[in-house]
């Protein structure tokens, strides 16, 4: 069965500080995993993707993501948080099961930025 | 380039009311498309998604129905508002033969009196 978790539903971080937000999956297949941000009142946007390529995974607004197969991880990171990045962020997980593909989204991760 | 339109961006509805929610996509032939339902606090639940013109599939039963009447067209319908319809709702698309990575529109904020 296929599930994603985002471990925590918010996350506060001071400007200039790292940012993690800690997301687990479990798929049957190989996945793909993808995280998306959402600032308020708005769609969501992709931040970056993986594909079974790189591990190692760079987005926009430089932050990246590493894929650890043996943790069942796709944890987002940025080095420095700056105040733009208060929104709200999804992991998403999908893969291939018979007669098509299979998505889930996580229940999100608010991150709050302080001055 | 490929873009995603929804309207009208911001709805308030007594209960009891029809609704109709328009998507249009342009700058793609044939994409999947998606509408979500995001309630207040909580993650993007499925609503419907269509693979071509005229094919709807319903994730979830309830008092909404979705129609594809063209290929970059997805309508979200209701016969008659619930207080628990009012939400934040999403299109998106995506590439056909995969659903993910999807483009999302700006959302309508629907609210139920």
């Known amino acids: 069965a296929q599930s994603v978790t985002q471990l925590d539903s918010h996350v506060s971080v001071s400007e200039g500080t790292p940012v993690l937000l800690r997301c687990n999956y479990s798929s049957s297949y190989s996945p793909s995993l993808f995280w998306y941000v959402q600032h308020p009142n708005k769609g969501l946007q992709l931040l970056l993707k993986y594909t079974s390529a790189a591990t190692l995974v760079k987005g926009i607004n430089g932050f990246e993501a590493e894929f650890k197969k043996s943790e069942t991880s796709f944890h987002l990171t940025k080095p420095s948080a700056h105040m733009s990045d208060a929104a709200e962020y999804f992991c998403v997980v999908s893969d291939q099961e018979t007669g098509g593909f299979k998505t889930i989204f996580g229940a999100g991760t608010r991150l709050f930025v302080k001055a | 380039s490929q873009t995603i339109h929804q309207w009208p961006a911001t709805l308030v509805q007594p209960v009891g009311s029809p609704l109709s929610l328009e998507c249009t996509v342009e700058g793609t032939s044939n994409p999947n498309l998606y509408w979500y339902r995001q309630a207040a606090g909580r993650g993007l639940q499925l609503l419907f998604y269509?693979?071509?013109?005229?094919?709807i599939s319903s994730e979830v039963p309830q008092n909404l129905s979705a129609s594809r009447p063209q290929d970059r067209q997805f309508i979200l319908s209701s016969k008659k508002l619930l207080l628990s319809d009012s939400g934040f709702y999403l299109c998106a698309w995506s590439v056909q033969g995969s659903n993910q990575p999807q483009h999302f529109g700006d959302g309508t904020r629907l609210s139920i009196l």
């Open positions: 269509s693979v071509g013109i005229g094919q």
